[in-house]
């Protein structure tokens, strides 16, 4: 069965940074595109961040441009999201999603992220 697995969420203060890993069993990262996703309470799902299946393309959200970072190892079939500078707003839980120009998506269950003083 394929699976995501976040981890790396926690409570953390404003200014802070948290690492996000998200890791694919029983799944060929290799030719997926990989992509963040957050939400907030009371909000819908927004994209955050997204990176091409060879690492070389990156795309961000206005908001968190210049913060965050996707990055993967395909070896390691793992994708990270390093978040600097964090602020109340980065508050939500974060989905790693998988996605595919000819097959299904998939996604994790999601891990929190917290910031607060």
């Known amino acids: 069965q394929v699976q995501l697995a976040e981890s790396g969420g926690g409570l953390v203060q404003p200014g802070g940074s948290l690492r996000l890993s998200c890791v694919g069993s029983?799944?060929?990262?290799?030719?997926?595109?990989m992509r963040w996703f957050r939400q907030a309470p009371g909000k819908e799902r927004e994209l955050v961040a997204s990176i091409s299946t060879d690492g070389g393309s990156t795309n961000y959200t206005a908001s968190v441009t210049g913060r965050f970072t996707i990055s993967r190892n395909n070896a390691k079939r793992t994708v990270y999201l390093q978040m600097n500078n964090l602020k109340t707003e980065d508050t939500a839980v974060y989905y790693c999603?998988?996605?595919?120009?000819?097959?299904?998506?998939?996604w994790g269950q999601g891990t929190q992220v917290t910031v607060s003083s």
């Open positions: 999603n998988a996605a595919h120009s000819l097959k299904r998506d998939y």
């Open positions: 029983s799944l060929n990262l290799m030719s997926y595109a």
